[in-house]
């Protein structure tokens, strides 16, 4: 990914030589969300979720409307993944960290939660290549949620 631009010097740079429209085409052919597209991630977050909510882990940490649930991953996963920000157009700044606090996430939680990302990604109709790059992005923000040492 040497080819990248850091963002802030890709806006400075783009003042002078882009418009918005070919910054616009740029972003939509290199985000991941562009590249796996809505189908796949709404395909996805229905699958992952399938998988949550029967972990023996973790599926007892989810308590409210699950509809709703999946609605917000939908979201959050659009902006997550470099597509429309509709998750802070709705609810705000994601404030992900805090807003996981309320429930007690350990290790062992996190890697369930990674396990049935990983198993959930593994069936969507993309290249091998696609779901690495998809997957990785994903371990560090689980262990950011991580709040409770194990027992
Ligand atoms: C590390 C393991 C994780 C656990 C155990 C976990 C658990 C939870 C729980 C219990 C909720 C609230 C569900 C409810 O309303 O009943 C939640 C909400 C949410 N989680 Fe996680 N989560 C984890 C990691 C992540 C990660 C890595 C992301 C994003 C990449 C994420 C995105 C979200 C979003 C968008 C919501 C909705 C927030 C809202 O209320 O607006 N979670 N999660």
Request: glycine share 4%.
């Amino acid at each position: 990914m040497d080819h990248v631009i850091p963002f802030g010097s890709l806006n400075a740079f783009s003042h002078f030589c882009f418009n918005e429209t070919v910054i616009q085409k740029h972003m939509e052919t290199e985000a991941l969300y562009y590249r796996l597209g809505k189908k796949n991630l709404d395909l996805l977050v229905e699958r992952f979720y399938d998988l949550v909510f029967v972990n023996p882990q973790i599926s007892h940490l989810f308590k409210n409307d699950k509809e709703e649930i999946k609605g917000k991953q939908r979201l959050f996963l659009s902006q997550f993944l470099g597509g429309p920000a509709l998750y802070s157009d709705k609810y705000g700044h994601p404030r992900m960290r805090a807003r996981h606090m309320p429930h007690t996430i350990t290790e062992t939680d996190a890697i369930a939660w990674l396990h049935c990302m990983s198993q959930a990604i593994g069936t969507l109709p993309v290249s091998e290549e696609l779901k690495d790059e998809l997957f990785a992005r994903f371990p560090s923000t689980a262990m950011f949620m991580v709040n409770k040492e194990e027992n």
